[in-house]
């Protein structure tokens, strides 16, 4: 018995000139237990009741798999794979032949799978979401991060994830070479028009929020040079500049003079971002890296064989 479980997307990969090239540090993975939620989350949601189809099986088949990628990408979210085949049964054994933020091309294996045949066809849709799913962000990011390669700017992501995968999906910034911007609403102040508007002026919103959060970094959006002035002379700590024409950028570059770290968000594609770098800001936040998801084109395979 022979199946074939594929999964694809119908955009294509934006064209890949050179090897991506993700951050060569170690990138800490989110806490297990939060993983572990992840996974059971997804497969509660696929599973329910039980996997009728996979009663068709015999109970005691067993079954290797192969996992091959059809595009280009940075693989990423191979403990989320793991953690999916790990819930169904601990038989199965699972063989990376790829690292985690590793640059694949078109036609590599990523990994050998291999464990009770019930398990891994339950679990093949779920496991390779996560992977695809994951692995595009890391790609995209990955994209971005080497079109500003050379200059002082880091590409930082933003709340706009997929309900329930926020920690995944900023693990798989970094794993793209990006960074992270706040995890949520609690870790950082960020002042944007309806809390100004709220507040009565830009200096009376961070007052406040020194008051109420004393620690935590106040960063706060600016629209134009005069709202710029007023933030550095209430001391944010890190000043967005919204929606500012390339010119303003540098001259906003320059009138700072490196007083505190100035971010870009509004409007970034992959066309002006290294323009955007290269007027000398500190980070440029994209929303698309985990909002516009194109899951990578994986296939995975799965025969039944006899127990070794």
Request: proline share 6%; aromatic share 4%.
């Amino acid at each position: 018995m022979h199946a074939t479980l594929a999964v694809s997307s119908a955009a294509p990969s934006p064209p890949l000139t050179r090897p991506m090239t993700p951050s060569r540090h170690p990138i800490a993975l989110p806490p297990q237990p939060a993983i572990e939620r992840d996974v059971k989350r997804a497969l509660d949601e696929d599973i329910g009741a039980g996997d009728v189809t996979a009663d068709l099986l015999p109970p005691n088949a067993h079954a290797r798999a192969r996992v091959v990628t059809r595009e280009a990408a940075v693989l990423c979210g191979r403990a989320w794979f793991d953690a999916c085949f790990r819930a169904l049964s601990p038989d199965v054994r699972i063989e990376w032949l790829e690292e985690e933020g590793a640059h694949i091309v078109p036609g590599a294996k990523l990994c050998r799978v291999e464990g009770p045949a019930r398990a891994l066809v339950t679990g093949e849709r779920t496991a390779l979401n996560f992977l695809q799913t994951l692995s595009g962000t890391a790609t995209a990011t990955a994209t971005f991060a080497d079109a500003i390669r050379g200059t002082r700017t880091t590409i930082l992501d933003t709340r706009k994830t997929l309900p329930g995968l926020r920690l995944a999906q900023k693990y798989a910034v970094r794993v793209g070479g990006g960074e992270n911007h706040r995890m949520g609403l609690h870790d950082a102040v960020l002042i944007k028009e309806n809390h100004i508007a709220t507040a009565g002026s830009i200096s009376a919103a961070i007052a406040r929020a020194r008051a109420l959060h004393p620690g935590v970094m106040v960063e706060t959006e600016v629209e134009n040079f005069t709202e710029l002035r007023e933030a550095l002379a209430a001391g944010a700590d890190r000043i967005m500049l919204d929606e500012f024409e390339l010119h303003e950028l540098g001259q906003a570059v320059a009138e700072v003079d490196g007083r505190v770290p100035l971010e870009v968000s509004g409007s970034v594609s992959i066309d002006r971002v290294r323009a955007i770098a290269e007027t000398g800001v500190d980070y440029v936040s994209i929303g698309a890296l985990t909002k516009h998801v194109r899951a990578i084109d994986l296939s995975m395979r799965i025969e039944i064989v006899p127990k070794r």
